[in-house]
């Protein structure tokens, strides 16, 4: 009964540590302007306009939605504003989706943006207590716990670092430009929460990315190719149980399910071309690969040790450069499922994957609870 | 897509500082004022299910399997002693109310008689590079004049800090890992 | 494509007080077990669970992911949250059911106003530029709409004791409610100011509580429920921020949402309002054109009992009960967000026999 929908136009910012040139209400319009552009649209075409976000305490606005309905063209429209954590620019997009899946909008303009510079993230994420653990803090044991169980070797992380940062390089938008980087630079580079070093790191971003969502007709008329979601799913689970396994979390592994058997994806690694998946610390690339059994127990780290994860390797992840090159974490979900999007419309430039028909997109957030994902298809089945 | 800026243009825009101060001032529910009046006491009070039986430390005041709400009649008494289930280092980073200066250790502790654990505790008297999951630990408490229910909050259902300064060894042998694997967190 | 017609067949609120004694995620679950209990069905049967809730609210970043712990998440669950009023959760939720592919959805809204002060909190909600930096508090705005609307010779304030005085009798038969009265209108007129016009009989109280509903395909609705509520339309629309730039005595996105929810379908017999303050009642009824025949805000209203972040959601439970218990065949329930009416939504309920 769901009317079918695709992304019709995409936009971003040059994310940056700090993008002092801009307000707020200029940091989403410059990704909301290009995604209207690329959509072949203009403001006024849009029906109606979801905005995601993380904690608002990384700027000191509360519901900063509110007053940007001048800035993004959501004044006389409706207006839903996500908050579903680091995942949040994923749900917004899949929010955005079932609008028009529902029939009940033709065009929705999907907006995910933070400002981190305005604020302080540090000092938010710890709630304004000291003894914050910071971002990743809560991930460290998680992923001390899967280098344990996998015996992997402990340049895993390191080459994860060294290969996300070399794509970015063919992403004229991502936030780090880090030509230089090796394996032993990031071996070298200061513990922050062991065992994650400081190049293994995601930074901290100002940044927006915006989706236009359109029906069948829409993406018929659009410039160009659309982006067909023939997938979507989110799951969430408790934040601490006694029994969680929160290196493979149920919800992660439920989603990814739910994902395939919509697509009617037997064999993710093999039928998927490109996968944008949410890594903030490098070990997250084979966790996810495992948590979203597109590699067996054990066997992510190994798919990264043979290169499968490159650009030009079986399984590329993270093409853009990913959450490591660029973290505005409000918008940082979005990026991934729009990243995945641009690759079946063959629009990532220099990081475009080679014929790229399918492509996954994933986010997550909170302590490893909150999955939101999506599969794009260059067709409609 | 349009072209990208490689690099935003340098700005004139000035940057103001705007510090806001918000005061929440709330109750703590009944199952944290238990928690810390018992810790205060020296005990550490967690609260068992009736449906599955998994005992929470601290009480949350329901159980989030069962949605069930729990309540007085729920509360037991756990151990001192317990199990580094998993822990990392964390290097302090300087923002606005930061008093940890050095490296800190931020371990879970599944403690005897709980179902989950106890999180974000500091492990003393061992090296940082000793701590391990599956160290066995005990609670180093204050003297009982110095316990206080300082740093309780309804944030999270409380914490130990204001009576409990760290865990340190208890010089029992390590917990094998099928006993603490599937509570990492 | 045919939209798919959604019905409300639980819900359940804790009693709003000025100061609750438990924990946030502990009034939602209270909220969530008796809607659910009520709606017949099983945590299983739930299809997806959609939350609203405001971090600057509870006070901390990722407020919202203790109340998870109300919504059993475990197996895990399909479930998202907005940063907004629990009315928009269910507008999403209503989305989300349209697809087809699951019937059941739970809705839940809460929020603990007294730990805060919203003179502090509420400036944050402003852009922070050019109307943050003022420290406007929300009971100023209320008083400048207040204000605009007795220049306009539209309304009095002697108008707006009544709807004062009114909101606070119907809340004594309101067991959720905690501010009552039985004030005549004239004695409320002689008040003091707290913002003039404003007194504080005119200003929503703060308030602590959680609200849920169950939402199910109407297919679905008749084989577990006897009466089940039908949602005839909903609709929502934003408006400029800035409260210098519109008519702050007009509210047509409340108009246009209402029309798009198809109140011109037939009249009304009770409508539940979210006026904040009473100047705002007067507003939504033009607005709504809501004649002297329509029973309004029954319950009391937010004047009477204000969960922020539930009170819209207070709003449709208080509208779908009037319909089950048969003293009203056709509802309408009215949320908004932001200050001044800047954002709002509207339902239109019906019975189904």
Known sequence: MAEPAAIIGFGQTKHAKARADLSMPGLCREAATRALE??????????????????????????????????????????????????????????????????????????????QSEGNAQWGLAGGRSGGIGAGGAFAPFIRSYIERTNAPEYIGWQVAVKDRLNALKNPYAHLRLPDISLEKVKESPMLWDPIHFLESCPSSDGAAAVVIG???????????????????????????????????????????????????????????????????????PMWL?????????????????????????????????????????????????????QVRGQAGEHQVEGARIALGQAYGGNAQYFSMAIFSSTLP | MTDAQTEPEASSAV??????????????????????????????????????????????????LDVVLLDEGDDTEVSDRGVVTGFTIIAPVKYYGQTKTEPFVYASILLDGASGTLGGQDVSGISADKVRAGLRVKAVWKPEAERTTEGQSARGWGNVEGCISSFEPSGEPDAPREHYQEHVI | MAPVDVALIGWAQTPSVARASIAEPQLCMQANL???????????????????????????????????DAAGAWPPIAESHVEMDGAWALYEAWTRLQLG??????????????????????????????LAPLGLDPASIGALQARALLDSGRASEDQFA??????????????????????????????????????????????????????????????????????????????????????????????????????????????????????????????????????VNPSGGPLTANPVMATGLVRIIEAAQRIADGTAGRALAHATNGQGLQHNLVAILEGVS
């Open chain 3, 162 to 295: 009544e709807v004062a005085a009114r909101s606070r009798r119907s809340a004594r038969s309101n067991p959720n409610a905690h501010v009552r009265g039985d004030e005549d209108a004239a004695d409320l007129a002689k008040a003091d100011y707290v913002r003039a016009p404003l007194r504080a009989h005119d200003i929503a109280p703060v308030s602590d509580g959680a609200a849920a509903i169950v939402l199910a395909t109407a297919e679905r609705a008749r084989g577990l429920v006897e009466r089940p509520v039908l949602i005839r339309g909903i609709e929502h629309r934003l408006e400029i921020h800035q409260p210098g730039m519109r008519d702050l005595t007009r509210s047509p996105s409340t108009a246009a949402a209402a029309q798009g929810a198809g109140l011109g379908g037939g009249r009304v017999d009770v409508a539940e309002l979210c006026a904040l303050f009473s100047p705002q009642e007067l507003i939504l009824r033009d607005a709504l054109g809501l004649d002297d025949s329509v029973d």
């Open chain 3, 101 to 130: 592919d699951i019937d059941v959805a739970l809705v839940y809204g809460s929020g603990k106003s007294s730990p805060s002060d919203p003179v502090q909190l509420y400036p944050q909600q402003l852009d922070p530029y050019y």
């Open chain 1, 215 to 285: 029906n069948a007709d829409e993406a018929r008329k659009a410039p160009r190719p659309p982006a067909w979601i023939i997938a979507s799913a989110v799951r969430s689970e408790p934040t601490q149980f006694p029994g969680r396994d929160a290196v493979r979390p149920q919800a992660g592994v439920d989603c990814a399910h739910d994902l395939y058997r919509q697509a009617g994806i037997t064999n993710p690694a093999q039928e998927i071309d490109a996968a944008e998946l949410y890594v903030p610390f490098s070990w997250y690339e």
């Open chain 3, 34 to 68: 008796a809607a659910v209990a009520k709606a017949g069905i099983e945590r299983k049967d739930i299809g997806f669970t959609c939350s609203g809730s405001c971090d600057y609210l509870t006070g901390g970043p990722f407020a919202f992911v203790q109340n998870l």
């Open chain 1, 290 to 342: 495992e948590g979203h059994d597109i590699a067996g127990p054990g066997e992510g780290w190994k798919m990264v040790d043979r290169g499968d994860t490159e650009l030009t390797g079986s399984f590329p992840v993270n093409p853009s450069g990913g959450v490591l090159s660029s973290n505005p974490i409000g918008a940082s979900g979005m990026l991934r499922l729009a990243e995945a999007a641009n």
């Open chain 1, 38 to 115: 690329d959509a072949g649209l203009d403001w006024k075409d849009i029906d109606a306009v979801v905005i995601g976000k993380a904690p608002d305490a990384f700027e000191g606005v509360m519901q900063p939605e509110l007053f940007l309905a001048d800035a993004l063209g959501s004044a006389g429209k409706p207006m839903i504003r996500v908050h579903t954590a680091g995942s949040v620019g994923g749900s917004t997009v899949i929010v955005a989706a079932h609008l028009v899946e529902a029939g009940i909008h033709a065009r929705v303009l999907a907006v995910a943006w933070e400002k």
């Open chain 2, 15 to 64: 940057m103001m500082d705007d510090k806001v101060t918000l005061t929440y001032v709330e109750d703590l529910p009944p199952n944290t004022v238990r928690f810390a009046e018992a810790l205060v006491e020296g005990r550490i009070v967690g609260q068992r299910c009736p449906q599955c039986q998994r005992v929470y430390v601290p009480p949350k005041g329901y159980c989030p």
